[in-house]
């Protein structure tokens, strides 16, 4: 391990006298994907240093225990009683650190929030999990804009698209994709029993074409007019974008978007997410020996969590034993990170034991 930590460190090093370079500087786009580089590798080498300086105060312990002084032998003792757990502590947070991190968790996403079985009930827990991620989203300093909305009939949202962009968007809100359960009275309830219903949030990063290795040529653009309530602007004009990747057959379209321009982004994301996905599930379907991981892949049909409103308790299914149930009244106010965390938590473990199988 400590070969490869130095070798993290000669990189970030090359990567400090690289920032340094004047024809760097004068390339943005080079000059960014190495700061950023050297940005994450930051927190690995502040390890290391500490690592390395722990590991000399216990060698310098066991080296005074083959002193001929007792008082010597028995502070060495007393030394090594607190070294040796914080070494332990140290190689575990190193081995988490150095753990692949995925290269989407830093971009950027599109932001899907659905009402789902539950009709009414279902738009008005929509707007609630609207609510309650733009709490969490103003928290995290995230810039959001709202591209396409769609009211329920007694208020709430049938449909939300939203454009969420900062700093490692995408490796925190990726754990919210799927099935979000509701349990509550209803207001329209006359009876006071408890309804179920549902919502759905789907995120996807937003990729560029060389993060999927497309050919701009492999794509046929169509454009039509949108269909549904819309007004007059939306279906007057052929803002409707369909795309089609040709080698793949893979289709993907938008109309949520005001604007042709900005359906033809919303649709490219889609069809960039869709082909990661599948090159994805290939990849995966030929690692037979890879287990599927605990977070999952985000498919909407999986409930991932449940909002119980007479008992305030939100359950994250994907959890386990006592870490899985919080505090509803704190979640719906955004207070989303101790969920997060727990399923980042999870998600490494699962990939230490993938490496460790490996």
Same mark, same amino acid.
């Given at each position: @391990?400590?070969?490869?930590?130095?070798?993290?460190?000669?990189?970030?090093?090359?990567?400090?006298?690289?920032?340094?370079?004047?024809?760097?500087?004068?390339?943005?786009?080079?000059?960014?994907? =190495?700061?950023?580089?050297?940005?994450?590798?930051?927190?690995?080498?502040? !390890?290391?240093?500490?690592?390395?300086?722990?590991?000399?105060? =216990?060698?310098?312990?066991?080296?005074?225990?083959?002193?001929?002084? *007792?008082?010597?032998?028995? %502070?060495?003792?007393?030394?090594?009683?607190?070294?040796?757990?914080?070494?332990?502590?140290?190689?575990?947070?190193?081995?988490?650190?150095?753990?692949?991190?995925?290269?989407?968790? *830093?971009?950027? =996403?599109?932001?899907?929030?659905?009402?789902?079985?539950?009709?009414?009930?279902?738009?008005?827990? !929509?707007?609630?999990?609207?609510? @309650?991620?733009?709490?969490?989203?103003?928290?995290?300093?995230?810039? /959001?804009? $709202?591209?396409? /909305?769609?009211?329920?009939?007694?208020?709430?949202?049938?449909?939300?698209?939203?454009?969420?962009?900062?700093?490692? /968007?995408?490796?925190?809100?990726?754990?919210?994709?799927? !099935?979000?359960?509701?349990?509550?009275?209803?207001? $329209?309830?006359?009876?006071?029993?408890?309804?179920?219903?549902? *919502?759905?949030? &789907? /995120?996807?990063?937003?990729?560029?074409?060389?993060?999927?290795?497309?050919?701009? !040529?492999?794509?046929?653009?169509?454009?039509?007019?949108?269909?549904?309530?819309?007004?007059?602007?939306?279906?007057?004009?052929?803002?409707?974008?369909?795309?089609?990747?040709?080698? $793949?057959?893979?289709?993907?379209?938008? #109309?949520?978007?005001?604007?042709?321009?900005?359906?033809?982004?919303? &649709?490219? #994301?889609?069809?960039?997410?869709?082909?990661?996905?599948?090159?994805?599930?290939?990849?995966?379907?030929?690692?037979?020996?890879?287990?599927?991981?605990?977070?999952?892949?985000?498919?909407?049909?999986?409930?991932?969590? $449940?909002?119980?409103?007479?008992?305030?308790?939100?359950?994250?299914?994907?959890?386990?034993?006592?870490?899985?149930?919080?505090?509803? #009244? =704190?979640? %719906?106010?955004?207070?989303?990170?101790?969920?997060?965390? *727990?399923? #980042?938590? &999870?998600?490494?473990?699962?990939?230490?034991?993938?490496?460790?199988?490996?």
């Amino acid at each position: @391990m400590l070969d490869k930590l130095q070798a993290i460190k000669d990189r970030y090093i090359y990567l400090e006298e690289q920032m340094a370079d004047p024809e760097l500087i004068a390339d943005m786009d080079r000059y960014t994907k =190495v700061s950023k580089e050297y940005k994450d590798l930051q927190p690995l080498v502040k !390890a290391f240093e500490e690592y390395k300086q722990l590991l000399g105060n =216990v060698q310098t312990a066991r080296e005074m225990l083959r002193d001929e002084s *007792a008082e010597m032998r028995e %502070m060495a003792e007393m030394e090594l009683e607190e070294l040796e757990p914080r070494q332990e502590e140290m190689e575990e947070r190193i081995k988490v650190l150095l753990i692949p991190k995925d290269p989407d968790d *830093a971009k950027d =996403v599109i932001f899907e929030i659905r009402s789902g079985t539950g009709g009414d009930e279902a738009s008005l827990f !929509a707007g609630d999990l609207y609510r @309650m991620y733009s709490r969490y989203f103003e928290e995290q300093g995230w810039k /959001v804009e $709202t591209i396409s /909305v769609n009211e329920g009939t007694v208020g709430g949202y049938n449909k939300l698209v939203l454009e969420v962009s900062g700093e490692d /968007v995408y490796g925190k809100l990726k754990f919210e994709s799927g !099935a979000h359960r509701v349990q509550r009275i209803p207001k $329209t309830e006359s009876q006071g029993r408890v309804h179920t219903s549902a *919502a759905t949030v &789907a /995120v996807m990063p937003k990729l560029e074409m060389e993060d999927v290795d497309i050919n701009k !040529a492999d794509l046929k653009i169509d454009t039509y007019r949108s269909s549904g309530a819309g007004g007059q602007h939306v279906n007057k004009t052929e803002s409707a974008v369909r795309i089609t990747h040709l080698p $793949t057959g893979i289709v993907s379209e938008s #109309q949520d978007g005001r604007s042709q321009i900005k359906n033809r982004e919303i &649709a490219l #994301q889609r069809l960039y997410t869709k082909i990661a996905e599948v090159r994805r599930e290939q990849y995966e379907s030929e690692q037979a020996a890879k287990r599927k991981s605990l977070v999952g892949s985000g498919d909407r049909s999986g409930k991932i969590r $449940t909002y119980n409103f007479p008992q305030n308790r939100v359950t994250d299914h994907r959890l386990e034993g006592d870490n899985k149930n919080f505090n509803l #009244q =704190v979640v %719906m106010e955004g207070d989303l990170e101790p969920i997060i965390e *727990a399923l #980042q938590v &999870a998600e490494n473990a699962e990939k230490m034991k993938e490496g460790a199988m490996g």
